[in-house]
């Protein structure tokens, strides 16, 4: 069974930088898409960033030029890197793939346990 490892979560003040990994155990048949989502107490999960089989990313509007998403095939990997923080981006942050564990498989959703990242004025 694939799992996601996520880290480099943490405290850092306003304006700073974390970079969050999430690596996946093992290899599966087919990966769609990874991506990165957050959630506040009492909010649903959001997308915050993500990168599709062929590369192509989606980014949310309210991080898009400080936040940055990239994923290596082969070290199985995803990162995200995020500049500038503010307060608001204070949230559980979630490594999250799509796809099909093998040749016969469904389509399959996989979640991190999360990683904290908290931002203080």
């Known amino acids: 069974q694939l799992q996601l490892v996520e880290s480099g979560g943490g405290l850092v003040q306003s304006g700073g930088s974390l970079r969050l990994s999430c690596a996946a155990t093992?290899?599966?048949?087919?990966?769609?898409?990874m991506g990165w989502y957050r959630q506040t107490p009492g909010n649903q999960r959001e997308l915050v960033a993500s990168?599709?089989?062929?590369?192509?990313?989606i980014i949310a509007d309210s991080v898009k030029g400080r936040f940055t998403i990239t994923r290596d095939s082969a070290k199985n990997t995803l990162t995200l890197q995020m500049n500038r923080l503010k307060p608001r981006n204070t949230a559980t942050y979630y490594c999250?793939?799509?796809?099909?564990?093998?040749?016969?498989?469904?389509?399959?959703?996989?979640w991190g346990r999360g990683t904290q990242v908290a931002v203080s004025p």
């Open positions: 999250n793939l799509v796809g099909k564990p093998g040749g016969e498989s469904s389509t399959t959703v996989y």
């Open positions: 990168v599709d089989f062929d590369g192509g990313t």
């Open positions: 093992r290899r599966i048949f087919r990966v769609d898409v």
